[in-house]
């Protein structure tokens, strides 16, 4: 509407200081709530109207209490209460705006409203969660979600992050429901209540007690039947994980966890105890995302908090720990001290995701999850990620011009900064989260891990119960180091992409932006849009490690990048590279891949790195990160597949779990991109080739005593095999299929196997397989194994069961929103999948965007599994215009369909050039 803001900022006039909040009309039947709040505010001046957020609620009435006399010094003794001449809603801003008869005075005033809403059906704000009831009834659970804009979905407040306040809860619930929020309960009576209807019912009525001050994002509330397990932990905290009736122990795995990164977290890394008296983890049969940290209450999917022994893998175990690490470590980063805006999420994302790992190595040192065998004073905080996958994710999405920077309010790619909630929410992604965390990673390496971390505690410390931004964190990391850190991140937080180190014949070297599709017109006319340079005139201060054939133990080269190889550091480095080249040695730039770039070395240091890679001379991390390397460069049309191709054979007998992992995964890759080329029967011969000797040495039964990585390597080397053609792996994993469906109990495979099983079956039988897999799906009580069954069911290869499977997804009503748009994800993977999603998603678009386009997290997936495919020219003009004439506008999905419809360029240049290229290097 015109003359409606687009921002979702309010006025600064008037600031909640606690919120006194009460819902007395739960009703899980006909999903509505009614409730009431008291807001004890500080009036900053005189105003007549106050504007609080209000998303789909109902403000049914509204009134300002202060002292007899204005609060202006005159004793009075009495109370003084304005009532409202009108309220007036902005359904774009999302805000309510109470207008008063009088000016409201300087000073402390009390808002007393109250408000009626519906318990919705979108994840999001205070919404509803079916679950089977111990009596196998189907019954509703309430749970709120509100990161990161939808509080004003469940009361009047002021929902930004940096207005914090205290809240008091009390909440009248059915008397089969249990209810938990933040904090512990302090009085839990039956009585019997009067209904705003006017009916009589007897209720209990839940009394928690008063929060730390906190923003509201953090504020939870569920109601449910539970059963749970607990354990105090050395400092005294409790922690409760609660499960569905029934399930509790499935809960003793992530209670382990949690205890022991409550007490590593306060006692060993932040050395800030742990703000709360309790730590609560419960799993959601209906969620959006992972988990969210809600402080003292976190929520969980099902998924990423239950273990069952006998069908959880032991990728999902990983999975699981990680989650609960991450949001464990938000209770400090993020919920003690809270970025400022929104625009600074990296640094509560960023930091949660490094510190992830940090805290499962500490707790399994035996799954190794740090890649690089150098350990730090903390666990192994210097090294590199347990795979190259998070790094990775993070730099293919940062090399598009689609990406954004991290702190993303110097983005200009589609508004000039972060300030509406679709854009909020468009921003949970891997650039906050890995680029983060890895951006984070080697500016730990390059400070020092004690030094970092005593920063890190004096940051937490001086801004506790506040907020910050991301200048605060580098003025206490500088204020224990000496050095100016501000300037060292400047660009890796605030300008878009990373660089690329191009190694020339003389050994000089020079940085420019790497982009996923080199010398594209399009960046220029992109960048031009954007205002800017896309990134290609930014100058990176590189931290660049240099190992080399003949240094000592430990011997490294440690050089400032600057962008001119005349500087300090480029003439060193340039001076060492001249030396190592003469003498034909090798030398690897960006040593264990602790920098957040990519190297693209001249011919001969290629040559030299690819002898060095073959006789395992470097370690496992730099094998994997110049193969990986390789294949981006390739993809970018910066270098040769072929010459990727000839690394990833020489390393085809490679021992170390990292490097097959890598290799496997770039294979992978390229088997989607040429499944439709003519010479894609030559190029399967070749990834067997490069594959089966792998797997002789892992076969399909696990080693007694063997490494985690092996675990997880096995599923992704079958799926390869598989897709490469193998006949062996497919007559095996058929062999298994049928012995699981015969016996399900008896038979069922390993856990780590299952997915690749029930996909291969279903790509290889079809029909007879499809419908045994959904019958697994409907009788299996396994969020785990339920959700690889919808992806395997769209690994089907004819085009009717395919469109069967998109059917079964979005409307059979048997399979929760959260998992539609991994599942379409799955389905649009193939040649053929990804053009029946595009047509559904084209005609069925208006519906589609009514039913899922206020569910946060959901849309931007659905939005995505759209844009995969086909990798055509022609499909891309048709996305183009689609999307540039859409029936509705795309909202929270903008970013995720300029970012994939990027990529489809990327593969479609890649292909073109490929088809000349690949034959040849296949002969």
Known sequence: MEGQKTSCRLPDTVVPVKYTLRYHDLDLDRCTFAGSVAIDCEVKSEVKTVELHALELWVTSAEAVMDDGGGGGKAGGGQKKLSTV???????????????????????????????????????????????????????????????????????????????????LEVLAPLDRRVVSNTPVMMSNEETAELPSGRKERRRRWRFAETPVMSTYLLALVIGEFDFVSAYNASGVLTTVYTPVGKAEQGRFALHVASKALEYYAETVFKVPYPLQKSDLLAIPDFAAGAMENWGCVTYREARLLVHEATSSTATKKAIARTVCHELAHQWFGNLVTMEWWDALWLNEGFARYMEFVAVDHIFPEWDIWSALRRAELGRLASTFPSTSHARAAMALDSLVASHPIEVKSAVMIEEQVDNPDQINEIFDAISYAKGASVIRMLAGHLGVAEFMRGIHDYLVKHSYGNARSDDLWAALGNVTGKDVGALMDTWTRKVGYPVLTLAEDGSTSQARFLAMAEDPATATAASA???????????????????????????????????????????????????????????????????????????????????????????????GAVSDAFSLAAAGRASTGVALGLASKLRDDPDSLVRQTVVSSLLDLISLYSEETFFGKFQELVRSICLPMWESITWTAAEGEPQRVATLRPLLLRTLHLSGSVEVDEEALRRFDAYVNDRAGSAPPADLRYVILATAVGVRGDSAFRQVIEIYRTSDSGEEKRQCLSAIGKARDAALLSEAMGFILDSGEVRLQDAGLSLASLA???????????????????????????????????????????????????????????????????????NFEKLRVQVAQLARDRNTVPQALR
């Open 530 to 624: 954007k205002g800017d340079d896309g990134g290609q005139g930014t100058v990176w201060r590189i931290p660049a490690r240099v190992v080399w054939e003949g240094a000592g133990e430990g011997e490294e080269l440690v050089v400032m990048l600057e962008g001119e190889s005349g500087a300090e550091g480029g003439r060193k480095l340039k001076e060492k590279v001249q030396e190592l080249q003469a003498a034909g040695k090798w030398f690897k730039i960006n040593a264990g891949q602790r920098g957040f770039f990519k190297v693209n070395y001249n011919e001969g240091g290629w040559t030299n790195l690819s002898r060095a890679m073959q006789t395992r001379a470097i370690s496992p991390a730099d094998r994997a």
């Open 829 to 899: 993977t193939s040649a053929l999948g990804s053009k029946l999603v595009w047509t559904a998603f084209r005609e069925r678009y208006v519906e589609l965007h009514d039913r899922f386009s206020d569910t946060g997290f959901i849309w931007p997936m659905l939005v995505g599994s759209a844009v995969m495919g086909p990798r055509t020219p022609e499909h891309l003009t048709e996305l183009e215009a689609f999307f540039n004439d859409a029936p509705k506008p795309v909202g929270a999905g903008e970013r995720k369909w300029l970012q």
């Open 86 to 168: 009108r309220t007036e809603y902005d359904s774009k801003a999302q805000t309510v705006t109470l207008c008063f008869v009088e000016a409201l005075p300087v000073g402390g005033v009390k808002l007393e409203l109250s408000f009626e809403g519906s318990i919705n059906d979108k994840l999001a704000g205070l919404y509803r969660s079916k679950y089977t009831g111990p009596d196998g009834e189907t019954k509703t659970m309430a749970v709120t979600q509100f990161e990161a804009t939808d509080a004003r979905r469940a009361f009047p407040c002021w929902d930004e992050p940096a207005i914090k306040a205290r809240f008091e």
